[in-house]
Nanobody
Framework: VQLQASGGGSVQAGDSLRLSCAASGRRFSSGAVGWFRQAPGKEREFVGAIRRGGFTYYAESVKGRFTISRDSAKNTVYLQMNSLKPEDTAVYYC???????????????????WGQGTQVTVSS
């Protein structure tokens, strides 16, 4: 399984970006896809996830601003980020797993497959 994340960039506060995570080798729709981010000097943190059935979960810091969706035909998961803030600046990673349990969906270490990361920079 290979994951390819894309869509990062440099934007102003209040702008929007959409990140994409495309998979090859296995269908996203039967597993869970998580988005994580890591800012310089900080630990990797959970942003959101989507699992089988289309259920979504978000960190409190992004709830109401970020939306995760899935295009099964393209085997791609999206992270729509609106109202971006400078504190959203980080490298964003997508991750996937097909055996993760719900209670661990926010835990980076439970995902076996990772994309390469894409930089998001939000300036004030």
């Amino acid at each position: 399984v290979q994951l390819q994340a894309s869509g990062g960039g440099s934007v102003q506060a209040g702008d929007s970006l959409r990140l994409s995570c495309a998979a090859s080798g296995r269908r996203f729709s039967s597993g869970a896809v998580g988005w994580f981010r890591q800012a310089p000097g900080k630990e990797r943190e959970f942003v959101g996830a989507i699992r089988r059935g289309g259920f979504t979960y978000y960190a409190e810091s992004v709830k109401g601003r970020f939306t995760i969706s899935r295009d099964s035909a393209k085997n791609t998961v999206y992270l729509q980020m609106n109202s971006l803030k400078p504190e959203d600046t980080a490298v964003y990673y997508c991750a996937a797993d097909w055996q993760i349990i719900l209670s661990q969906i926010r835990t980076a270490g439970q995902y076996h497959y990772w994309g390469q990361g894409t930089q998001v920079t939000v300036s004030s």
